[in-house]
């Protein structure tokens, strides 16, 4: 059964930092691109980062970019996200994702919420 758990959220100040994991199982996860998604209170889902099969090439949402980085361990199927500088605009669930065959699957989120 394909798994995916996100941990590492938490109540943070504007301008610290988070360090989001997602422990995958139930499939061959260096096979796969993974990424991040964040779903903030009255909005959509977005896209924040994601990385490749490999890791050598990694993608990020413009207000992210130069802050969040994304990496994956593939010997212990597992991703993350550093999250620096962070501002009340990051408040959101983030979620850890991976489409196989087109089917998505989404882990239960982890919430991270950033005063100011």
């Known amino acids: 059964q394909v798994q995916l758990v996100e941990s590492g959220g938490g109540l943070v100040q504007a301008g610290g930092s988070l360090r989001l994991s997602c422990a995958a199982s139930?499939?061959?996860?260096?096979?796969?691109?993974m990424s991040w998604y964040r779903q903030a209170p009255g909005k959509e889902r977005e896209l924040v980062a994601s990385i490749s099969s490999a890791g050598g090439s990694t993608n990020y949402e413009a207000s992210v970019k130069g802050r969040f980085t994304i990496s994956r361990d593939n010997a212990k199927n597992t991703m993350f996200l550093q999250m620096n500088s962070l501002n009340p605009e990051d408040t959101a669930v983030y979620y850890c994702?991976?489409?196989?065959?087109?089917?998505?699957?989404w882990g239960q989120g982890t919430q991270v919420t950033v005063s100011s």
């Open positions: 139930g499939f061959r996860f260096r096979n796969y691109v």
């Open positions: 994702n991976v489409r196989r065959n087109g089917v998505p699957t």
